[in-house]
C-alpha cells in the first residue's frame, strides 16, 4: 500500500489506482463481528475519508464519497 502511495500525487485517480494494493498488503480477519471483506472495505474508506479530510471536502457518516 505504501509503495503505491509513495511518490505518487495526492488525488482521487492516486487513491483509486491504490486500492487493489490493499488486498495484497492487509489480510483482515473474519470473526463474529465482522467479515474479512467487510474489514477490507473499511480499511480502503478510511483512506477515502483521509483524502477528502486533507482535501477539505465534508464528508459524511454515511459516505465517503461527495
Known sequence: MEAALTGQPWTEATITAALPAFALDYTPMSDMRA??????????????????DSAGVPASVLGVRP
Do not use: C, I, V
Request: glycine letters at 0%.
Open 35 to 52: 467479515s474479512a471483506a467487510y474489514r477490507l472495505e473499511t480499511a480502503q474508506n478510511m483512506l477515502w475519508r483521509a483524502y477528502h
